[in-house]
């Protein structure tokens, strides 16, 4: 019997470290699992994170497209809106000064007029002094100068019209001007 009591000690020391050594084994991989969960759930937590900011970025991305076509279409009616003020502006310019060159014309006109009246009126009387009066002189009224003449115009005679011609060529209308 003490053999086998032996015998028995010999086989549950031998179970007791081939246990130990299990259980070891067993600790490194439970500590191994822990640690591989761990940066399992951190790459989770960074999928995630970074498809929020994906999805982010996306909306935003569509946002600034939308931006941009409405600024570009802002833009483009602005350039017209430029264009038109420009080519507006060309034409005031245009029309201010053919004004201009007509008011010049007209007071030459008018100068010339009034010189021509001057040159024909004689030369005015001297007065006779006239006794002081206590006061200030009185103001002489202003002459009125002649009303100014038309300066002749240029007159080409029409054209005259062959039969031929008379009912073919309809009249031409000058082009409406624009306010």
């Known amino acids: 019997m003490s053999d086998d009591i032996e015998l028995l000690q010999q086989r549950a020391s031998s179970q007791q470290e081939k246990f130990d050594q299990v259980t070891a084994v067993v ?9 591989s969960a761990a ?3 951190d790459a989770v937590r960074e999928r995630k994170r970074v498809a929020s900011a994906l999805d982010l970025a996306r909306k935003r991305a569509d946002r600034l497209a939308k931006e941009a076509k409405r600024t570009k279409k802002l833009a483009r ?3 017209e809106d430029r264009d038109d003020a420009e080519a507006e502006l060309v ?3 245009a029309a201010r000064d053919k004004s201009q060159a007509k008011l010049v014309k007209a007071q030459a006109a008018l100068a010339a007029a009034q010189a021509k ?3 024909r009126e004689p ?3 001297t007065k006779n002094a006239t006794p ?3 006061g200030t002189a009185r103001k002489q009224p202003a002459k009125k100068a002649a009303p100014a003449r038309k300066t002749p115009t240029k007159r080409t005679p029409a054209p005259t019209r062959t039969p031929s ?9 000058a082009p409406a001007k624009k306010s």
Do not use: C, M
């Open 123 to 125: 030369a005015a009387p």
């Open 132 to 134: 002081a009066r206590s």
């Open 117 to 119: 009246a001057a040159a």
């Open 27 to 35: 600790d490194l991989a439970q500590a191994r699992f822990d640690t």
């Open 91 to 93: 034409e005031k310019h």
């Open 165 to 173: 011609t008379a009912k073919k060529t309809p009249a031409k209308r």
């Open 77 to 79: 009616g602005a350039q």
């Open 39 to 41: 940066a399992y759930e």
